[in-house]
């Protein structure tokens, strides 16, 4: 008989608020995190554990955990065998794909990957470097770092590092010359937790919530009054996500439009709408998004 307990990995150290952000917005209630390795969260069935990303898959391949969340880049290092349920698209700082990139000191005479022939290279993604240089049959040494890697760049040849924005290696005035990995959070499975019925569903319904908030996170809902006579001139202004909502109102001359858009857009098409004869206009965040 199956235990009816889904042990979920979830990263420990920089994915780690994200994550949790992530599982409000989502619905559950998640707590102690702060303090324990084990946190609370609102579903009996559920059981969390704060793990490294970079060992994650290792646990989930193993069944240690029937699922957890990991960085595209820390299967690839560790060759791990899992199910990837979804890809989330969610990091640290931004949605957009982290970068594992090859850089030098501005001031280095190194223009291409090449040029490091015979060189040492520091890094904490290892194998994944050493796969890298071996395609370009280039000949090099790559040594684990334990951290602050920008700092060794004038120490070795040239490190491989993970960049978002690239705000830190230019901070520490170092330059790209390729980027190896490009990667983004991931939900994956245990192989056999996956022909589980109850885990199966289980995972696949925190991946249906937590893509839900993912998507809500970058939309705003819009509601307005339209008079009858201005509704086709409003109708072409706005990027409905399908089609907006429109209905009628108590005052027969008016009608009720509701529509979901871009944040980004909201700005912009506020005035727009205004000019075209919208009125009442309210936008309000949305906690999921299901398509």
């Given at each position: 008989m199956t235990e009816s307990i889904l042990k979920l990995g979830v990263p420990k150290g920089s994915?780690?608020?994200?994550?949790?952000?992530?599982?409000?917005?989502?619905g559950f209630n998640v707590s102690g995190f702060e303090r324990s390795y084990f946190p609370r969260i609102d579903d009996p069935q559920i059981q969390l554990i704060l793990l490294r990303a970079q060992e994650m898959s290792r646990y989930v391949e193993d069944g240690v955990l029937d699922a957890g969340f990991t960085g595209y880049d820390w299967i690839m290092e560790n060759n791990s065998d899992v199910h990837e349920v979804c890809e989330l698209r969610y990091?640290?700082?931004?949605?957009?794909?982290?970068?594992?990139?090859?850089?030098?000191?501005n001031e280095s005479a190194v223009e291409k990957p090449e040029d490091l022939e015979g060189g040492i290279i520091a890094t904490e993604l290892v194998n994944a470097t050493?796969?890298?240089?071996?395609?370009?049959?280039?000949?090099?040494?790559?040594?684990?770092?334990?951290?602050?890697?920008?700092?060794?760049?004038?120490?070795?040849?040239?490190?491989?590092?993970?960049t978002e924005t690239g705000s830190s290696l230019r901070a520490n005035?170092?330059?790209i010359l390729d980027t190896l990995l490009t990667s983004t959070t991931r939900f994956i499975a245990n192989k056999e937790a996956w022909k589980d019925p109850f885990k199966k569903q289980k995972i696949d319904s925190i991946s249906i919530l937590l893509?839900?908030?993912?998507?809500?996170?970058?939309?705003?809902g819009m509601k307005m009054n339209v008079l009858k006579k201005d509704l086709a001139k409003v109708l072409q202004l706005l990027p409905a996500e399908?089609?907006?909502?429109?209905?009628?109102?108590?005052?027969?001359?008016?009608?009720?439009?509701e529509i979901i858009v871009e944040d980004r857009v909201e700005r912009e098409l506020i005035p727009q709408l205004k000019r075209a004869g919208a009125s009442g206009i309210i936008t309000y965040s949305l906690n999921k998004v299901i398509h």
């Open positions: 994915l780690q608020n994200a994550t949790f952000d992530l599982f409000e917005r989502a990091s640290k700082a931004t949605s957009n794909p982290a970068r594992w990139v090859l850089a030098v000191p050493r796969r890298y240089f071996e395609q370009k049959k280039v000949s090099v040494k790559v040594e684990f770092s334990w951290g602050a890697t920008e700092v060794k760049a004038r120490l070795v040849s040239g490190i491989v590092e993970l005035n170092l330059r893509n839900a908030a993912i998507d809500a996170k970058t939309l705003v399908k089609s907006p909502t429109v209905s009628p109102l108590a005052d027969s001359e008016y009608t009720a439009v």
